[in-house]
């Protein structure tokens, strides 16, 4: 079918391709420089990236502990994640259902987390997780991730939960269907879509965790990647091939974890907004 | 099959009191109706008995047996809720699976995870399967066995609540407000369907409704409530021909019972100015009453000595039948104004295409027979020996 206006449309199509190529270029750079020799990077890399040599990588970063540090990195992620959903299910679901002495103040203690700058928690912290042996340890990391995620994870949860009509539990209550299991076989399945999305919010935290874990993690062998990357940064040289190489190892379980999720999450983003 | 007893049961949320000490029976396969205005505690009282809401005080007893700590599955009955309340994650067959797959659910596989495995190994068993597959027969779901609730029509999901509430084949059905979602038309065929249905299974029922029409065509008995108080229980019959207070009268039927302010004196009644002939009970006393009667039992045939002028306020043809609304007042004041006009509208139902034209003066008789009389303080109606004629 012809298209009424064809000149709106191919400028509307001409400023998304532009966008898109906005906000693709950092990637394309990184790949680029990733795949160039460090004699190319001061000669002038070629703009067609060298993409023969992707698996030159892996040889290339033989030795050198990045490897170790994404293992680390994707640790403190499916860690936060885990620990931050069973929590923020859990207590999304008290916050919506139940009446209790002081949930007004449990929720602004919860939404309190998110004033404050990890920066401004980070010495005090420091200190509390000296005292648990928790330093040089990715748990702690992960415990530290989780207290600052789980909260924005609840809250999404808890929207969720509350859309979902009440009547549906007490069914399942007159069907036989004891109160954890009305959470976990009816309430659960209903709100993936917002499950997920919290999942990637949490992952990312995780994955992207640079503050706590430069503080707290003294041991080069426990480094995310996250610390790991900025460890290349020297006072004479940074070696930008490497570290653009690795930055894009740093990125691949990232996108891959979100198109996985990709389809959950545009439903649960717009889940409720149609009533049906 | 449960005799289901109310020992004064209330209910308050917070100070307000939402149900005053209800006491009634409902005997065995009964169809009861609990029937009121919204807000009048008509739900509040069924998800009681359910055991879905607590009961502040008062008793409510299965057989005898108090039921009030009771969870809602303890007590055997089925709840068919106003939005159906489908498992939208779950197809047709696995919603009307579900009780039976709770039925046979040992405490550890509640365990997630393990609860979705069971849930799909207990639905696979033939004789849930089966059982489903005979429910789904009986009310006519069986090509929809395998579709989401959310591709079905509004009757369809009804009718998927329904098959729920029946594949356990509970002692006590529980259906509050069924049929509110459904238009006009699908209303009264789901009507007869449930009526079938209370035929065929022969347990109690206990529906709430605020259909009238609901309540007169498909209860064996009513429970009228307003206000959180019983106002009556009766058979349809009973509420709609001897209602015990004006508003029960004025709540059911439609057009409403007709509420004539009267004035009795020395056994002869007046309408405003003009003298009414009509038998009274000798012991009436002289005083102001209002005379209840039926629109049906009006009627504008020939004019004789109970005859009542009244102006012709609007006519309405409705094929069959048609409905006449005239005023006494407006009949001897004619400055009377709009609002208090209406407040004084009487109605009479008469066959056919009465040619009737409005603002004309027209004789109505009264089926004498039919009349009810009410306080006109309490609204109460009067006492049978005085409400009836002398013999």
Same mark, same amino acid.
């Given at each position: ?104 103040? *449990? +929720?602004?203690?919860? &939404?309190?987390? @998110? ?6 928690? #980070? ?5 509390? %997780? ?96 996250? *610390? +790991?990357?900025?460890? &290349?940064?020297? @006072? ?6 490497? #570290? ?5 190892? %740093? ?26 | ?391």
């Amino acid at each position: 079918m012809r298209s009424k206006h064809p000149v709106r449309e191919s400028l509307i199509f001409l400023a998304c391709v532009l966008f898109a190529i906005f906000a693709a270029f950092p990637i394309y750079w990184m790949i680029n420089t990733a795949l160039s020799t460090d004699q190319e990077l001061y000669t002038g890399q070629s703009l067609w990236p060298h993409l023969e040599r992707v698996l030159d990588i892996p040889a290339f970063l033989s030795g050198s502990p990045a490897f170790a540090w994404l293992g680390n990195s994707a640790f403190i992620a499916f860690g936060t994640t885990f620990l931050s959903l069973i929590m923020a299910v859990h207590g999304a679901y008290a916050l919506s259902r139940f009446k209790f002495f002081g949930k007004g103040a *449990v +929720g602004f203690l919860l &939404f309190a987390t @998110q004033m404050l700058p990890e920066a401004v928690i #980070v010495v005090p912290l420091f200190a509390v %997780f000296a005292g648990f042996g928790l330093l040089n340890n990715l748990y702690g990391l992960v415990l530290a991730t989780t207290g600052f995620i789980m909260p924005v994870a609840l809250f999404i949860l808890k929207g969720a939960i509350d859309k979902v009509p009440f009547e549906l539990e007490e069914s399942a209550r007159v069907d036989g269907c004891p109160r954890y299991s009305q959470l976990m076989m009816i309430i659960f399945p209903l709100i993936l879509p917002s499950i997920a999305a919290a999942a990637v919010i949490a992952f990312f935290d995780g994955w992207n965790e640079f503050l706590f874990a430069n503080t707290f993690i003294s041991d080069a062998n426990h480094w995310p990647a996250t *610390v +790991g990357l900025a460890s &290349f940064i020297g @006072q004479y040289s940074t070696p930008l091939n490497v #570290v653009m190489a690795v930055a894009f190892l %740093f990125t691949l379980p990232a996108i891959v974890f979100f198109l996985i999720l990709q389809r959950e999450i545009v439903s649960g983003l717009t889940a409720g907004a149609v009533k049906g | 099959m449960p005799h289901i007893s109310f020992n004064k049961v209330s209910k308050f949320y917070g100070d307000r009191e939402v149900i005053h000490e209800f006491d009634a029976q409902i005997e065995d396969r009964e169809f009861l109706v609990l029937l009121g205005p919204s807000g009048c505690g008509k739900s509040t009282m069924l998800r009681m008995i359910a055991g879905l809401s607590d009961i502040s005080s008062g008793q409510i007893a299965f057989d005898g047996r108090v039921v009030n700590e009771l969870e809602p599955r303890e007590r055997n009955i089925a709840f068919v809720f106003q939005s159906y309340a489908l498992y939208p994650h779950m197809t047709v067959r696995e919603n009307i699976a579900f009780p039976l797959v709770m039925d046979r659910f040992k405490g550890w596989y509640h365990i997630p995870i393990v609860n979705s495995i069971m849930r799909r190994s207990i639905a696979a068993k033939p004789e849930v399967k089966s059982r489903v597959v005979e429910v789904a027969e009986m009310l006519e779901l069986t090509d929809y066995l395998d579709r989401r609730p959310r591709t079905l029509s509004g009757g369809q999901r009804q009718r998927v609540a329904v098959g729920r509430a029946l594949v356990r084949d509970p002692s006590l059905y529980l259906l509050d407000e069924p049929l509110s979602n459904l238009d006009a038309k699908l209303r009264a065929q789901m009507r007869e369907e449930i009526s079938a249905l209370y035929r065929r299974v022969g347990k109690t029922f206990i529906y709430v409704t605020h259909d009238q029409v609901e309540a007169m065509t498909m209860a064996t008995r009513i429970i009228v409530l307003n206000n959180g108080k019983i106002q009556q229980i009766g058979t349809p019959e009973e509420i709609y021909n001897r209602p015990v207070n004006i508003f029960v009268a004025r709540f059911i039927g439609s057009p409403a019972m007709n509420l004539i302010p009267v004035t009795v004196s020395s056994r002869t009644t007046m309408v405003r100015d003009t003298t009414f002939v009509i038998d009274v009970s000798p012991d009436l006393p002289d005083g102001q009453y209002l005379l209840g009667i039926r629109p049906e039992k009006i009627t504008i045939d020939g004019a004789n000595s109970d005859s009542l002028c009244a102006r012709i306020s609007v006519v309405e043809h409705l094929g069959g039948e048609s409905i006449v609304g005239f005023r006494f007042a407006d009949a001897t004041d004619p400055a009377l104004s709009p609002s208090r006009m209406m407040e004084s509208t009487n109605y009479a139902r008469i066959p056919g295409t009465a040619a009737l034209k409005v603002g004309n003066i027209q004789k109505f008789n009264i089926d004498t027979d039919s009349v009810n009389w009410f306080a006109e303080d309490s609204g109460e109606v009067l006492h049978p020996t005085l409400n009836r004629r002398p013999c």
